[in-house]
């Protein structure tokens, strides 16, 4: 245990509720370097969009069995659109495990998006809460329960926005524009209490979303975002985890404060 070096941690990572996640792809990872895992899920969310739900039972079984010995693993469901949810969900991550040393804020809302001539205040609304809104709410209640100990961490998961346009995706882009934009502020609050919080863009990662038979856009769009990987394949949940565990891990802890881009070299252009 003492090899490795999230031995005697405990992360909550939110949206692990797929296999082929980058949420279940981080949690795998830090519970193979030794950490205890709070995952949290809203398998309606998934439920409802083209590549469906999957079953939760076989996803908390495939993180149990990479959990070193002596680390314990447990999940909590919540609609993160409630304003009273992200409390509840680190409260009660606390009660099932203790203190939290690590957050990761990988939920997203999909889908009910538009340009900007079909956006509304309730697309707007709803991308805020749970994008936005909750990632602050979270990593609010998670700093309300840190005790200074080393090793605080939290990291957002935002999207690649800064980097070029998102056509048809104003509110989800807006949403996520938020969090990177404030992760210097926040950073700054936090590091005083021995907390270190960074922002990570994982890049187009195929969530099954760029699958012809699975994706929310048009088989054309899913062509050019191919098209524009020099490496002739797309991303891979477990590309932006290996920078989320190092991010978290002993090693990542003079980042502070950043927005990271892990992309592959991938070309908007062209």
């Given at each position: 245990?003492?090899?490795?070096?999230?031995?005697?941690?405990?992360?909550?990572?939110?949206?692990?509720?797929?296999?082929r996640?980058?949420?279940?792809?981080?949690?795998?990872?830090?519970?193979?370097?030794?950490?205890?895992?709070?995952?949290?899920?809203?398998?309606?969310?998934?439920?409802?969009?083209?590549?469906?739900?999957d079953?939760?039972?076989?996803?908390?079984?495939?993180?149990?069995?990479?959990?070193?010995?002596?680390?314990?693993?447990?999940?909590?469901?919540?609609?993160?659109a409630?304003?009273?949810?992200?409390?509840?969900?680190?409260?009660?991550?606390?009660?099932?495990?203790?203190?939290?040393?690590?957050?990761v804020?990988?939920?997203a809302?999909?889908?009910?998006?538009?340009?900007?001539?079909?956006?509304?205040a309730?697309?707007?609304?709803?991308?805020w809460?749970?994008n936005?809104?909750?990632?602050?709410?979270?990593?609010?209640?998670?700093?309300?329960q840190?005790?200074?100990?080393?090793?605080?961490r939290?990291?957002?998961?935002?999207?690649?926005?800064?980097?070029?346009?998102?056509?048809?995706?104003?509110?989800?882009a807006?949403?996520?524009?938020?969090?990177?934009?404030?992760?210097?502020?926040?950073?700054?609050?936090?590091?005083d209490?021995?907390?270190?919080?960074?922002?990570?863009?994982?890049?187009?990662?195929?969530?099954?979303?760029?699958?012809?038979?699975?994706?929310?856009?048009?088989?054309?769009?899913?062509?050019?975002?191919?098209?524009?990987?020099?490496?002739?394949?797309?991303?891979?949940?477990?590309?932006?985890?290996?920078?989320?565990?190092?991010?978290?891990?002993?090693?990542?802890?003079?980042?502070?404060?950043?927005?990271?881009?892990?992309?592959?070299?991938?070309?908007?252009?062209?």
């Open positions: 245990m003492t090899d490795l070096p999230l031995a005697g941690r405990t992360a909550l990572v939110t949206g692990v509720s797929r296999r996640g980058i949420g279940y792809a981080i949690a795998a990872r830090l519970a193979g370097m030794g950490a205890g895992l709070v995952v949290h899920h809203h398998v309606e969310h998934d439920a409802a969009q083209p590549w469906g739900a079953d939760l039972d076989t996803v908390l079984a495939g993180l149990r069995a990479r959990l070193a010995p002596g680390a314990q693993l447990t999940d909590l469901g919540a609609d993160l409630d304003a009273a949810a992200p409390a509840h969900v680190v409260a009660a991550a606390t009660a099932a495990l203790g203190h939290l040393d690590i957050l804020c990988n939920h809302r999909s889908g009910g998006d538009g340009t900007l001539a079909e956006t509304d309730a697309m707007l609304d709803g991308h809460a749970v936005t809104r909750a990632t602050l709410l979270l990593t609010r209640a998670f700093a309300a840190h005790d200074g100990r080393d090793g605080g939290v990291v957002w998961l935002t999207s690649g926005q800064q980097h070029g346009p998102m056509p048809g995706e104003v509110a989800y807006t949403s996520k524009a938020a969090l990177a934009g404030v992760t210097a502020t926040v950073a700054d609050e936090l590091v209490r021995g907390i270190v919080l960074n922002t990570v863009n994982p890049g187009p990662v195929n969530t099954g979303y760029l699958d012809d038979d699975s994706s929310d856009r048009p088989v054309e769009v899913l062509e050019a975002v191919r098209r524009h990987f020099p490496q002739g394949r797309p991303g891979e949940p477990d590309d932006p985890a290996r920078l989320v565990a190092w991010l978290v891990s002993d090693e990542g802890r003079w980042v502070v404060g950043q927005v990271l881009s892990t992309e592959g070299g991938f070309r908007r252009w062209g």
